[in-house]
C-alpha cells in the first residue's frame, strides 16, 4: 500500500479525498441524528462541532507521525477534557467545547482553527509543499 | 536482566513517558489544591492519575504483547533457555515500569507538597495501593488481549478503548471501586477490598505470562485455542475466584473507627474534627465565636458539633463533613442542628405534620437556616458552591447578614413567629 500512496498519483489522491469526506459526511450524519432525536438541538450541534475538532486533530496527528497514528492527538484531548475542564466555580472553562452550549464562539474558532489545520495538513502532502516551494511567482 | 533494558528502550511508553510524567502532576495540581494539608486526600489526590494510566498502559501492553506474534518469533521464545513465562513477564514488567514510574513522580509530588502543610502523619498506603492495583489489573488485561488477538491494532485499540469504557462507567466507589475520589477522614479503605484487588491483579499477571495460544503453525482443531489445556483451566479458576472474591469483599470505602482523642476547638459550643482535618481548625474556632453572637434568647445552641463518624462509625449521616475544602457544608449542618435545637418545646407545641406543613412555615424555616449558614460561615456562599434551600435566594441572605443588628432581628423575630404559630397552633 505504502508504494501505491507513493506511485498512484491523482486518481489514487481523488478516492483519498472522496473518502475523507465521506467519512466526515456519514458520522457527522450518524452523530447528529443520534443526538438530535435522542436529546435536542443544542447538543446535536455542540456534537458535531467536537466532531469537526476532532477530526481537525486526527489529520494534523496523522502528517506528523503518519496515518497509523492519527488516534494520538483526540486521545491526547481526553484528559484535559474530563479533568482540566472545570473551574473552581463548577463552570465549563473557555475552551471546554464539549461543555460549553453551542452559543459559545470561542469554542466555534477553535473549530475553525482546527479544521483548516486538519484540512492544510491533509492537503499539504510532501509533493505539494515542493511544489509551492519550487513555484514561481 | 539485559532483556528487561532491552524491553525498556524498545517499549511505546519511552518517548511517552516525559509526557506521562505532566499529566500526572497536571491531575495532582490542575485542578483544584485544597487537598493540600490532609494526608488522606493527598493520598486520594495522587492515586487518582491511575484513573488515565491504566487504559493507556493496557493498550501498551497489548502492543508490546503482539509484537511475538508480528515479528514471528513464536519458535525462538519457545526455544529458548529461559522458560517463555520469564520473557513474557519481562516484557509485562517494562510496561508497568513506565506506568509506576510515572505514578510514583505524582505521589512524591504530593509527599513534597503535603509535607509542610499537614501535621503528623503520612500518606495513607491503602490509597497509593488501590492505584498500584489497578495498573497491574490493566497491564495484565491488555497483555493477555494483544498476545490473543493476533492484529496488531484491535489488540491495543480493545485494551484501551474498552478498559477505558469500563472504568468509567463501571469503576467509580460506588460501583466496582476500581478507584477513589474523596479521601475523608471518616472513611478507609477496607482490608478484604484492598485484598481482593491485589489478588485480582495477582491472578491477572500470573495469566497473562502463563496462558499461551497455540502457535499459529500447529495443526489442530479451530475451536482449541490454547496450548495447555490443564494450564489454562487452573489459571481460569484462579481468575473467576479472584472475581467473585472481588464482587464479594463489598464497598472498597468503609467507615473509620473514630479517634480516641479527636481535635476540638476550646470553650463552648465545641466544634469537634479529625486529628487529619487539623487545618481547618483556625476557621472552626472563628465559626464558634459567630456562634457566640448569635441570639441566645432566640436559639438554643447545641454544646457540641461534631464531624461526621466522631460520634462512631454506627450512624452514617450524623454530623457535618467537609465538602472539597470548604467549612460552608459545616456550617450549613450547624445550622440545621441549631434550628432542630430551637424549636418550641412548650406544651402544647407539637411539630408540624400533614396538613399544618404550611407554605409559610416551610418558607420560614428555610429562610432562618440559610441565614443561620451565612452568620456561621462568616461571609455570603463561596463561589464554587451552587444552590441552597429551595426559594431562597443566598446572595439576599448575604446582604441581609450585612446589615445592622437590629434589623436582622427584626426579620429573625418575625420568621421565629410563624415557625412559633405553625408549631403551637
Known amino acids: 500500500m505504502n508504494q501505491l500512496e507513493l506511485a498512484a498519483g491523482p486518481i489514487l489522491r481523488t478516492y483519498e479525498r472522496l473518502h475523507l469526506s465521506g467519512v466526515y459526511l456519514t458520522t457527522l450524519v450518524l452523530v447528529g441524528s443520534v443526538e438530535w432525536f435522542e436529546v435536542g438541538p443544542d447538543p446535536t450541534i455542540t456534537a458535531c462541532r467536537s466532531l469537526t475538532i476532532w477530526f481537525g486533530l486526527a489529520l494534523l496527528s496523522g502528517r506528523i507521525w503518519g496515518r497509523w497514528l492519527s488516534w494520538i492527538l483526540p486521545a491526547a484531548t481526553l484528559f484535559p477534557l474530563t479533568y482540566l475542564n472545570v473551574d473552581t466555580n463548577g463552570d465549563a472553562r473557555w475552551w471546554d467545547w464539549t461543555g460549553q452550549p453551542a452559543s459559545h464562539a470561542p469554542c466555534w474558532g477553535i473549530a475553525a482553527l482546527s479544521a483548516f489545520i486538519g484540512l492544510a495538513s491533509f492537503f499539504l502532502t510532501p509533493w505539494h509543499w515542493k511544489k509551492l516551494r519550487t513555484k514561481k511567482f | ?425
Not at chain 2, 126 to 142: E, K, Q
Not at chain 2, 211 to 236: D, I, Y
Open chain 2, 1 to 425: 536482566m539485559k532483556l528487561y533494558w532491552i524491553e525498556l528502550r524498545r517499549s511505546p511508553l519511552r518517548l511517552w513517558f516525559p509526557l506521562l510524567v505532566g499529566v500526572d502532576l497536571a491531575a495532582l495540581f490542575g485542578r483544584s489544591t485544597w487537598w493540600i494539608g490532609e494526608w488522606p486526600q493527598a493520598s486520594v489526590q495522587a492515586q487518582i492519575p491511575a484513573f488515565y494510566f491504566a487504559p493507556l498502559l493496557a493498550a501498551a501492553a497489548a502492543w508490546a504483547a503482539g509484537r511475538v506474534d508480528r515479528h514471528n518469533v513464536h519458535a525462538q521464545l519457545d526455544a529458548a533457555a529461559h522458560p517463555r513465562w520469564r520473557s513474557e513477564l519481562v516484557q509485562l514488567s517494562a510496561t508497568l515500569t513506565y506506568g509506576l514510574g510515572a505514578y510514583a513522580a505524582g505521589v512524591i509530588a504530593a509527599v513534597i507538597v503535603t509535607l509542610p502543610k499537614a501535621g503528623p502523619g503520612f500518606l495513607w498506603p491503602s490509597y497509593i495501593f488501590l492505584g498500584v492495583s489497578l495498573l497491574i489489573t490493566y497491564a495484565g488485561i491488555g497483555h493477555l488481549i494483544g498476545h490473543w488477538l493476533r492484529s496488531p491494532f484491535t489488540g491495543p485499540l480493545i485494551s484501551g478503548l474498552g478498559g477505558l469504557v469500563l472504568i468509567s462507567w463501571m469503576g467509580s466507589p460506588k460501583r466496582l471501586g476500581l478507584f477513589a475520589l474523596s479521601g475523608d477522614p471518616f472513611k478507609e479503605i477496607s482490608q478484604n477490598a484492598l485484598m481482593a484487588r491485589a489478588l485480582m491483579a495477582m491472578a491477572l499477571v500470573i495469566a497473562a505470562v502463563s496462558l499461551r495460544r497455540k502457535s499459529p503453525l500447529s495443526v489442530g482443531r479451530v475451536w482449541n485455542l490454547s496450548a495447555h489445556r490443564g494450564r489454562t483451566l487452573v489459571v481460569g479458576v484462579l481468575l473467576c475466584g479472584s472475581i467473585l472474591g472481588l464482587s464479594m469483599a463489598g464497598p472498597v470505602q468503609v467507615a473509620r473507627s473514630a479517634p480516641s482523642q479527636p481535635l476540638c476547638t476550646k470553650g463552648t459550643p465545641r466544634i469537634c474534627l479529625w486529628p487529619e482535618d487539623r487545618k481547618y481548625l483556625p476557621e472552626a474556632e472563628g465559626m464558634v465565636k459567630r456562634i457566640n453572637r448569635l441570639p441566645r434568647r432566640l436559639f438554643t445552641i447545641p454544646s457540641e458539633f461534631q464531624e461526621r463518624g466522631l460520634s462512631g462509625p454506627g450512624e452514617p449521616f450524623s454530623g457535618f463533613f467537609i465538602l472539597e475544602g470548604s467549612m460552608w457544608n459545616p456550617a450549613a449542618t450547624m445550622a440545621g442542628s441549631i434550628m432542630h435545637a430551637s424549636w418550641p418545646k412548650e406544651n402544647g407545641c407539637t411539630l408540624p405534620l400533614g396538613s399544618r406543613l404550611t407554605p409559610q412555615f416551610r418558607q420560614a424555616s428555610a429562610d432562618l437556616t440559610a441565614w443561620l449558614t451565612v452568620r456561621i460561615f462568616g461571609g455570603g456562599t463561596p463561589a464554587g458552591i451552587h444552590g441552597g434551600p429551595p426559594n431562597v435566594s443566598m446572595p439576599a441572605m448575604a446582604q441581609l447578614a450585612d446589615k445592622p443588628e437590629g434589623e436582622q432581628m427584626d426579620w429573625v423575630k418575625s420568621r421565629m413567629q410563624v415557625v412559633h404559630n405553625t408549631f403551637c397552633s
